[in-house]
């Protein structure tokens, strides 16, 4: 694809995005991006769920907020958990191309950390192909 391309799709998704998350909170929120110490990449990934399709994105930045990589995708839904965890399977592809490089990954899902860590929780099967 080109770039241009790309460019204009990522935008187009994440205004997607943004207006089913304001939708979802009925109210305008105030994003906040914290950085990653200077020597590390940072990657945060979101979802967001409207009209039967899961909108989810990725993006990676520097310690100074420079946008290294950034990638999103959609698919037919309803599942929050679901597009959670679509969206940290890209995280972790975005995360992948910097191999070598310290990383964070923003996870704000404890529904789906608890899916991957916790044996105690029954396992959500609509999910298990995202996660396995």
């Not at 997607?16 to 304001?22: C, E, G, R, S």
């Not at 200077?38 to 039967?52: M, R």
């Not at 975005?94 to 191999?99: K, L, P, Q």
Request: hydrophobic share 40%.
């Amino acid at each position: 694809m080109e770039p241009n391309k790309m460019t204009g799709a990522v935008w187009r998704r994440y205004n997607d995005h943004l207006m089913a998350w304001k939708e979802k909170s009925g109210e305008n929120s105030i994003f906040r991006w914290m950085p990653p110490n200077q020597e590390e990449l940072k990657v945060n990934y979101h979802v967001a769920v409207h009209g039967g399709a899961l909108f989810f994105a990725s993006i990676c930045r520097n310690g100074n907020g420079d946008i290294l990589q950034a990638c999103a995708g959609t698919t037919a839904g309803h599942n929050p958990l679901k597009g959670e965890a679509r969206a940290a399977r890209l995280a972790c592809q975005v995360a992948a191309s910097f191999e070598g490089i310290p990383m964070c990954i923003d996870v704000d899902s404890l529904d789906l950390v608890n899916q991957v860590y916790n044996l105690d929780v029954p396992p959500d099967w609509e999910i298990a192909g995202e996660v396995a």
